[in-house]
């Protein structure tokens, strides 16, 4: 595909992203969707011939952007703790940058229009955080909790940050806030 095809493609995902955050799936029409990102309905099918392909393009491209965002500089960490503590900074900061991408993971997370083969492919992305905590409690350094628990309390946790910033509160103490609430998040995880 060539760069202009390739470009054409990201702007309506990008287009649906925000507008199925902001109006939800039946809300947001395709024409709606093809007027916003200034092309025709009969291009938006072309790369798109069905709502639901699109809804899944754009999860899949969401969640991609998520888990290279996460990896940023985790292999420099030597502890898990340092490990924890780059990851809660990454998914923060990405959330902040990407207010959208963000909401959309989260309002789109466990709905019924993300197919099972979508969600099975995105999680391959995901597998280095598996090993990271399972790691810490090989090594003792996180308490014993089943694994897909800690993940799930680790960013839900962090999504409440990740709000609170996007929303304005203390916007201008971003670094601050990582710090302390990963400090609170830490407390109740490790040993």
């Known amino acids: ?33 093809a007027k916003e990102a200034g092309i025709s309905n009969g291009t938006l099918f072309h790369y798109f011939p069905m709502k639901e392909d699109l809804i899944n393009s754009a999860y899949a491209m969401a969640k991609s952007h998520l888990a290279a965002a996460l990896k940023a500089g985790i292999d420099r960490e030597s502890t898990i703790d340092g490990k ?21 993971i989260e309002q789109f997370g466990c709905s019924p229009y993300i197919s099972k083969i979508t969600e099975e492919e995105t999680m391959n992305d995901f597998g280095f955080l598996e090993e990271i905590f399972m790691e810490g409690m090989r090594k003792d350094a ?3 909790i089943p694994d897909t628990l800690v993940v799930e309390w680790f ?37």
């Open 1 to 33: 595909m060539s760069d202009d095809l390739n470009e054409k493609k990201a702007v309506i995902v990008r287009t649906a992203v925000r507008l199925f955050t902001e109006k939800g799936f039946h809300g947001t029409p395709t024409s709606f969707i």
């Open 84 to 104: 924890a503590r780059c990851l809660w900074g990454n998914l923060i900061r990405w959330g902040i940058k990407n207010p959208d991408e963000f909401r959309f």
């Open 142 to 144: 996180i308490k014993k």
């Open 155 to 191: 960013f839900e946790a962090n999504s409440a940050i990740i709000h609170r910033i996007i929303e304005g509160k203390n916007p201008e103490k971003i670094d601050e806030l990582i710090d302390v609430s990963f400090e609170l998040i830490w407390r109740g995880m490790s040993k």
